[in-house]
């Protein structure tokens, strides 16, 4: 069974980075690709990015293309969201996401497995 958990968020300013971490506690991380989500309140969970099982794949939103990068470790059963030029539009709970397939996908219903969550606050 996965279990994900995020840890990483905090409050920052504006232009500051950050890195997210999600650790898998279960079985099945070296064979799932994982995306990370975000979202505030009163909207619908907002894809990041994501990115294969082998990591040879990664996708970005238009919003955070060329600032974040993300990137896993398979021996550590970890991925990470590495987030540079931070901006106030980025504040959100950043959770990451596993799915049972070995490629990417943006959408938020093809994942199956969720971490708690991770705050991340951008002041201006």
């Known amino acids: 069974q996965v279990q994900l958990v995020e840890s990483g968020g905090e409050l920052v300013q504006a232009g500051g980075s950050l890195r997210l971490s999600c650790a898998d506690s279960?079985?099945?991380?070296?064979?799932?690709?994982m995306g990370w989500f975000r979202q505030v309140p009163g909207k619908d969970r907002e894809f990041v990015a994501s990115?294969?099982?082998?990591?040879?794949?990664?996708d970005y939103a238009d919003s955070v293309k060329d600032r974040f990068t993300i990137s896993r470790d398979n021996a550590k059963s970890t991925m990470y969201l590495q987030m540079s030029g931070l901006k106030p539009e980025d504040t959100a709970v950043y959770y990451c996401?596993?799915?049972?397939?070995?490629?990417?996908?943006?959408?938020?219903?093809?994942?199956?497995?969720w971490g708690q969550g991770t705050q991340v606050i951008v002041s201006s």
């Open positions: 279960g079985r099945t991380f070296s064979n799932s690709a």
């Open positions: 996401a596993a799915r049972r397939s070995v490629l990417t996908s943006s959408w938020y219903d093809e994942y199956d497995y």
């Open positions: 990115i294969s099982w082998s990591g040879g794949r990664t």
